[in-house]
């Protein structure tokens, strides 16, 4: 059975759990792209809309990373994944957006939601979270 490839974008600013999250996708079969901040992603993103190389299946992002019009730290690393994925909708990009945090406060969760993403999973990604994820958007 010939199966097209799935095509990741990681976003992840942590080494270690960039790390972890690749070994989980590639073992899975899936293409993955990494970046590590939010401006990186919506660049990643863009470059495919524009370039013509397809849109991602999938975006894999952290709910809090440093760097999106110079945010660092604190509340504002969550405000920089949210900019991003505004971003990344006002391109018309309707690829699902899955947040993966060890911080799953019900509060930013759903502000998280309401930015525009699609769903939530909780740190670490494994093998079985994973298959949860591709078979609610219809990837498995």
Excluded: W
Excluded at 6 to 11: A, D, F
Excluded at 21 to 26: E, I, P
Excluded at 85 to 93: H, L, N, S, Y
Excluded at 119 to 128: I, Q
């Amino acid at each position: 059975m010939d199966r097209r490839r799935i095509r990741v974008l990681l976003v992840e600013d942590e080494e270690i759990h960039r790390v972890v999250a690749r070994v989980v996708l590639r073992a899975a079969g899936v293409e993955v792209e990494e970046a590590e901040n939010g401006a990186e992603a919506v660049r990643h993103v863009r470059e495919r809309v524009t370039g013509g190389g397809g849109a991602y299946d999938l975006i894999l992002t952290d709910k809090q990373m440093p760097v999106m019009d110079g945010l660092e730290s604190g509340r504002a690393d969550v405000r920089a994944c949210m900019q991003a994925t505004r971003q990344i909708r006002a391109m018309g990009v309707v690829t699902p957006i899955v947040a993966v945090s060890s911080d799953s406060l019900p509060s930013d969760v759903q502000a998280f939601i309401a930015a525009g993403a699609n769903d939530f999973a909780p740190k670490p990604l494994t093998k079985e979270k994973l298959g949860h994820i591709l078979a609610k958007f219809g990837l498995a």
